[in-house]
């Protein structure tokens, strides 16, 4: 019998993941972001393992709750994994259109998983990681964790989930804080605004997370699913209605300097020259090329469309003259 299909679907010993962890008890099912060494970002393989435990726990009539966390204490999930963006991504614009792909389709299928969802919140959520916290329904939260979104500081924008649903949750004013500032949101300020609906120590969170779990255990499975229907309209139009918007224009701002700049300072583990950027187009220079504007042209050789911050040809090296 193929264990692959809605009536039959796989179990968790079965399921063969790498980066999740996908658990299942007393009707229950625990999704784990597993990669504590690097505070659970996500990389591509990550993501479609997220896609298909949300798949199965989705089908599984054994799950009436789906707990979404991070391994360890110190993050739930910080959001892309750097590393493969800059080997994989940064010199391949066209490969951020594959990655973000499977980053929505995790965001639909969890979005659209037809039960009560719980954000475990056992550290950091950042970026990425606060938008997978913000599409499920509830949230608990340890108290030495923090939220925070990085997109403009670190050569993105948050259009992932963050731009879309932080206004609906936090109303206009904090969400421009949380996505433009870029500051950390503690635990007792996202209890506060309503990002999350519990904070409580480390040492309580999974009491706190199976006493909310147990709760929507105890209501009609039919009536609970078409409710969450209902009060995901907000959320399911304005992303559906921008995020591929969204994934096209991120792909492009990949081959920006902004992003190159961002990127450089993340592996040199420094700040972005912000300043550099702004006064390059406050003096009329380019500000979204490395080298300058690609508006020269070789008289030696005939080569076009070299950057206008060259002195010489890049292919016969002749002085250029401009």
């Not at 019998?1 to 796989?10: E, K, Q, R, V």
């Not at 913000?134 to 108290?143: G, P």
């Not at 996202?190 to 999350?196: F, Q």
């Not at 519990?198 to 499975?221: C, G, I, T, Y």
Request: proline share 4%.
């Amino acid at each position: 019998m193929n264990s692959d299909h809605f009536l039959h679907p796989t179990q968790p010993a079965e399921a063969n993941f790498e980066k999740v962890k996908y658990e299942k008890k007393d009707m229950v099912a625990t999704i784990t972001i597993n990669r504590p060494d690097v505070y659970n970002c996500l990389n591509f393989q990550t993501l479609r393992e997220m896609t298909r435990a949300f798949e199965l726990a989705s089908w599984d009539d054994e799950v009436g709750v789906v707990v979404l966390t991070g391994a360890g204490d110190k993050a739930f999930c910080t959001g892309a994994d750097m590393k493969e963006q800059n080997n994989d991504i940064l010199e391949r614009p066209r490969n951020y259109w594959k990655w973000m792909g499977v980053f929505i389709e995790a965001h639909e299928k969890l979005l659209n998983i037809g039960k009560p969802t719980i954000a475990r919140l056992n550290g950091i959520t950042v970026g990425g990681g606060n938008e997978f916290n913000m599409n499920c329904d509830l949230a608990v939260m340890a108290d030495h964790a923090y939220i925070r979104q990085v997109g403009n500081s670190h050569g993105s924008v948050a259009a992932g989930g963050a731009t879309q649903w932080l206004p609906i949750m936090v109303g206009d004013r904090r969400a421009r804080e949380i996505l433009w500032l870029n500051e950390e949101i503690s635990a007792e300020k996202a209890l506060e605004w309503g990002l999350v609906n519990e904070v409580v120590p480390m040492s309580q969170l999974d009491d706190a997370v199976d006493r909310m779990a147990k709760k929507l255990l105890n209501k009609l499975p039919e009536c609970v699913r078409y409710t969450k229907e209902q009060t995901n309209y907000w959320k399911k139009m304005s992303l559906n209605q921008t995020v591929g918007h969204a994934r096209d224009w991120l792909t492009v701002h990949t081959s920006a300097f902004e992003t190159h700049e961002a990127m450089r300072a993340f592996n040199e583990k420094r700040k972005p020259d912000y300043m550099m950027l702004r006064n390059r187009a406050a003096n009329g220079d380019s500000s979204e090329h490395l080298w300058g504007a690609p508006m020269v042209e070789c008289h030696e050789c005939g080569t076009k469309d070299l950057p206008e911050h060259f002195n010489h040809c890049g292919k016969c090296g002749s002085p250029l003259t401009k």
